[in-house]
């Protein structure tokens, strides 16, 4: 569930302009006021936002925002602000522009979207870049973890909630046998990971546990030094257990050895309309302590106003 709390009566697009437009104004910004607008509204209605900033002043509301602010809490408006399959897009050229195969934000936007959403990333990123993900995609990666990833960014899944339970009690015997044989790059890991539904997966992961004891996840046996089955770990866990892996993801970005801003910001802007209720529930279950207190703690100014607003921190 969503944490973006939006007012019961909505200022016009062109109302909340014209306070924005204030809030930019002058020899300081207000940025409590533009965290009380933007903070509060949902990608529909940032849409529209956009639209009546450009008819009023001919200018971009994103530039703006570029313009004016600064840092960390720029960037995290900026992306907050952007429509989702933009912001998806913008967040994979970032990704291959500095490669790091510890970096599984392509598998996020792959595994962690419905398969319509998926389309749109893809057709943002043609629009904006003149070239797919795809093609990009394969230069930095190599033989499985290839096929592994532009099988996962390719994908269009069937998004119904239909299974068949012998398919999946089949297909977990074939997982089953490819963890333990040490053959995780085999096609057919590849084939079911790729193609089937997150019903259908789910169910396959359920025959997973009930016949074999543990998680599939956790009878992956990760080295760190192993870039498909980290890859293919955060898979599985993006298709059937986001909750378990955005936790995971946002427990290393908050560490007392240091804040990882972009890993922390990309994952508040992009659940706080989806699961971040569930993903805060986990957090809290998995640390002993609430997201809200540890960003608190980990970050500061108006930066930390903005992902504390957009967890819904403070609403009952």
Same mark, same amino acid.
């Given at each position: ?111 962690? %979207? &419905?398969?319509?959403? +998926? ?5 943002? =990123?043609?629009?904006? /870049?003149?070239?797919? !993900?795809? @093609? $990009? ?58 193609? %089937? &539904?997150?019903?259908? +997966? ?5 025959? =997973?546990?009930?016949? /074999?004891?543990?998680? !599939?996840? @956790? $009878? ?63 957090? +809290? ?16 100014? $108006? ?14």
């Amino acid at each position: 569930m969503s944490t973006v709390t939006v007012p019961p009566t909505v200022p016009t697009p062109s109302e909340d302009c014209e306070q924005l437009r204030a809030a930019f104004a002058g020899w300081g910004t207000n940025e409590k006021l533009i965290i009380s607008i933007l903070g509060h509204r949902n990608a529909a209605q940032l849409k529209l936002i956009q639209n009546a900033y450009f008819e009023l002043y001919g200018e971009s509301l994103l530039k703006d925002i570029k313009k004016e602010l600064t840092k960390e809490f720029e960037h995290a408006l900026l992306l907050w602000t952007l429509e989702p399959a933009e912001r998806d897009a913008f967040l994979a050229d970032q990704t291959m522009r500095k490669w790091d195969p510890k970096n599984h934000v392509l598998i996020e936007l792959a595994c962690a %979207r &419905s398969p319509k959403e +998926l389309i749109l990333v893809r057709e943002a =990123y043609h629009a904006r /870049f003149k070239r797919s !993900i795809e @093609e $990009d995609v394969a230069p930095h990666v190599k033989s499985g973890y290839c096929k592994l990833l532009v099988g996962l960014v390719s994908s269009y899944r069937y998004q119904g909630a239909e299974i068949d339970n012998d398919l999946a009690k089949k297909e977990s015997e074939i997982l089953h046998d490819k963890i333990k044989g040490n053959a995780v790059n085999h096609e057919e890991v590849i084939r079911i990971l790729t193609t %089937r &539904s997150k019903a259908q +997966l789910g169910a396959t992961f359920s025959h =997973y546990k009930d016949s /074999f004891g543990n998680p !599939i996840d @956790e $009878d992956l046996k990760v080295d760190s030094k192993d870039e498909y089955v980290c890859a293919l770990k955060a898979a599985i866990q993006c298709l059937a257990f986001p909750e378990k892996y955005f936790v995971d993801v946002l427990s290393k970005a908050i560490d007392r050895r240091g804040t990882d801003e972009g890993a922390l910001t990309r994952v508040v802007v992009t659940r706080a309309e989806v699961d971040m209720k569930q993903i805060k529930e986990e957090y +809290l279950k998995v640390n002993g302590v609430g997201l809200d207190k540890a960003i608190a703690h980990d970050t500061s100014g $108006d930066y930390r106003e903005l992902l504390l607003t957009l967890i819904g921190h403070g609403d009952a």
